[in-house]
T-cell receptor, first 114, second 109 residues
Framework: TAGITQAPTSQILAAGRSMTLRCTQD?????MYWYRQDLGLGLRLIHY???????GKGEVPDGYSVSRANTDDFPLTLASAVPSQTSVYFC?????????????FGPGTRLTVL | GQNIDQPTEMTATEGAIVQINCTYQ??????LFWYQQHAGEAPTFLSY??LDGLEEKGRFSSFLSRSKGYSYLLLKELQMKDSASYLC??????????WGAGTKLIIKP
């Protein structure tokens, strides 16, 4: 199985432009997450979704939006990119029905905003 | 506020043992996770502790003391492939993960 895929792998974006980062999982996990990872900082949660049709704000949601129309897909949109959004973005998913509910991560999208 | 502390970098020798510490202060506690992240790659799950004590999984063990807000990851028989960053994360009262900045482990021959 593919697990979690993200697209694109990397992108250079002009400030002020919009962009959607794609995330798809084939594990039928109910919960999905978007994180950003910056040098010297821990992973920071941007938005999450506990189940299809619901979303919630994480620690750093400003400038980002998400949707969860179905179980598999969880796109992240930057409406008007700013240089401070330069980062590596990871999508993750987990099955919260029991057990440790560990999160599985996609390969990441490296975004540079100029 | 919520805080996860772990050393920024550690160096160890191939074949040796290394202990990576993690201390935490969070709003609630619903488990502690350790992840491994090789440079340029995604984090991958290593271990989970929710009760006090030691969890052993092959060459890797993880310990938790909830009363002290403390955990460590113990890596035995170090191999060059263990060179990576090790991330400590705590699941808080909202069932969200709070992440430390990670410990970069350098293995020398």
């Amino acid at each position: 199985t593919a697990g979690i895929t993200q697209a694109p792998t990397s992108q250079i974006l002009a400030a002020g432009r919009s962009m959607t980062l794609r995330c798809t999982q084939d594990m039928r996990h109910n919960a999905m997450y978007w994180y950003r990872q910056d040098l010297g900082l821990g992973l920071r949660l941007i938005h999450y979704s506990n189940t299809a049709g619901t979303t919630g704000k994480g620690e750093v949601p400003d400038g980002y939006s998400v949707s969860r129309a179905n179980t598999d897909d969880f796109p992240l949109t930057l409406a008007s990119a700013v240089p401070s959004q330069t980062s590596v973005y990871f999508c993750a998913s987990s099955d919260t029905s029991g057990g440790p509910n560990e999160q599985f991560f996609g390969p990441g999208t490296r975004l540079t905003v100029l | 506020g919520q805080n996860i502390d772990q050393p920024t970098e550690m160096t160890a020798t191939e074949g040796a043992i290394v202990q990576i510490n993690c201390t935490y202060q969070t709003s609630g506690f619903n488990g502690l996770f350790w992840y491994q992240q090789h440079a340029g790659e995604a984090p991958t799950f290593l271990s989970y502790n929710v009760l006090d004590g030691l969890e052993e999984k092959g060459r890797f063990s993880s310990f938790l003391s909830r009363s002290k807000g403390y955990s460590y990851l113990l890596l035995k028989e170090l191999q060059m492939k263990d060179s990576a960053s090790y991330l400590c994360a705590v699941r808080d009262s909202n069932y969200q993960l709070i992440w430390g900045a990670g410990t970069k482990l350098i293995i020398k021959p």
